[in-house]
Nanobody, 132 residues
Framework: QVQVVESGGGSVQAGGSLRLSCTVS????????????MAWFRQASGKEREGIAA????????YYNDSAKDRFTISQDNAKRTLYLQINSLKPEDTAMYYC?????????????????????WGQGTQVTVSS
């Protein structure tokens, strides 16, 4: 079993920044964080979930939704089994629940998983609220 837990959300003013974190724990011998696909998604109230970015932890290959390339940066730390999402120049329309997702690699599968939003494990989400 793989557990995914997000943190770092909160209420911020427009123009500010946030860094979200996602920690992964597992008792499964078949899953290795250092060779996994990790991603961030978000879902605003009344809207469909949308992908933000993904990263293959085995080599660092990243995938971004075109709309996220300017203000969002995905990164991760293998030693800490932690995924990050840096969000800059926050806008009210960034208000949403942000979810972390995890799955097996490799890199080419990671890209397909991200763009099809097909991940085995999901966190409960962390709320980001941006006020104008």
């Amino acid at each position: 079993q793989v557990q995914v837990v997000e943190s770092g959300g909160g209420s911020v003013q427009a123009g500010g920044s946030l860094r979200l974190s996602c920690t992964v724990s597992t008792s499964s011998s078949g899953y290795a964080y250092s060779r996994s696909c990790m991603a961030w998604f978000r879902q605003a109230s009344g809207k469909e979930r949308e992908g933000i970015a993904a990263i293959y932890t085995g080599g660092g290959t990243t995938y971004y939704n075109d709309s996220a390339k300017d203000r969002f940066t995905i990164s991760q730390d293998n030693a800490k089994r932690t995924l990050y999402l840096q969000i800059n120049s926050l806008k009210p329309e960034d208000t949403a629940m942000y979810y972390c997702a995890a799955d097996y690699g490799p890199s080419d599968v990671c890209g397909r998983s991200f763009f099809s939003a097909d991940f085995r494990w999901w966190g409960q989400g962390t709320q980001v609220t941006v006020s104008s």
